[in-house]
T-cell receptor
Framework: NAGVTQTPKFRVLKTGQSMTLLCAQD?????MYWYRQDPGMGLRLIHY???????AKGEVPDGYNVSRLKKQNFLLGLESAAPSQTSVYFC?????????????FGPGTRLTVL | DQQVKQNSPSLSVQEGRISILNCDYT??????FLWYKKYPAEGPTFLIS?????DKNEDGRFTVFLNKSAKHLSLHIVPSQPGDSAVYFC?????????????FGTGTRLKVLA
């Protein structure tokens, strides 16, 4: 079991470029989440999904889009990257929702936007 | 306006002694509380949780205490070990809100000195 994996691990973009971060989980979890972590701040929820084909906005969704075409994958897209999107991005998954199902996190993607 | 605060950015403790990490929250609707541990270059990993119907939950060396009237929770690690050196995040959620959202604190970096 690989758990939750994220690709790429590191990326440097120029302002205005686009990219997609891939999250994959092999635990057959229904719920998946994208967070960002910035210095001096906790993890903040960007978007989440409660099942294949569904997405919903979290706390800081602006500038990002997501897709959940397959149950095991959750993609985070940046259409036009901005320096404010420099951050570490974590994907997580859980069996169910409602908070009591443990969220399992991937190792993170460190993104720098110049 | 931060709903979850960890007021101590860092904490140093001697090996074998007790580590106490604190977390305060503002919303009395939160009813499930978690602690995550994070090592450098890794994603957060679940450590321990507590429901609002309890005031204490213990798992080996780790105990979480909840004081609902003070809106305060703490994590006790006894005895502390060098391998416990990590960043600890508290997270809170309202299980019945339907948002499936954790709100994370800013983290406390624990250093256990050998």
């Amino acid at each position: 079991n690989a758990g939750v994996t994220q690709t790429p691990k590191f990326r440097v973009l120029k302002t205005g470029q686009s990219m997609t971060l891939l999250c994959a989980q092999d635990m057959n979890h229904e719920y998946m989440y994208w967070y960002r972590q910035d210095p001096g701040m906790g993890l903040r929820l960007i978007h989440y999904s409660v099942g294949e084909g569904t997405t919903a906005k979290g706390e800081v969704p602006d500038g990002y889009n997501v897709s959940r075409l397959k149950k095991q994958n959750f993609l985070l897209g940046l259409e036009s990257a901005a320096p404010s999107q420099t951050s570490v991005y974590f994907c997580a998954s859980s069996l169910g929702g409602g908070g009591t199902d443990t969220q399992y996190f991937g190792p993170g993607t460190r993104l720098t936007v110049l | 306006d931060q709903q979850v605060k960890q007021n101590s950015p860092s904490l140093s403790v001697q090996e074998g002694r007790i580590s106490i990490l604190n977390c305060d929250y503002t919303n009395s609707m939160f009813d499930y509380f978690l602690w995550y541990k994070k090592y450098p270059a890794e994603g957060p990993t679940f450590l321990i949780s507590i429901s609002s119907i309890k005031d204490k939950n213990e798992d080996g060396r780790f105990t979480v205490f909840l004081n609902k009237s003070a809106k305060h929770l703490s994590l006790h690690i006894v005895p502390s070990q060098p391998g416990d050196s990590a960043v600890y995040f508290c997270a809170v959620t309202d299980r019945y809100s339907g948002t499936y959202k954790y709100i994370f604190g800013t983290g406390t970096r624990l250093k256990v000195l050998a």
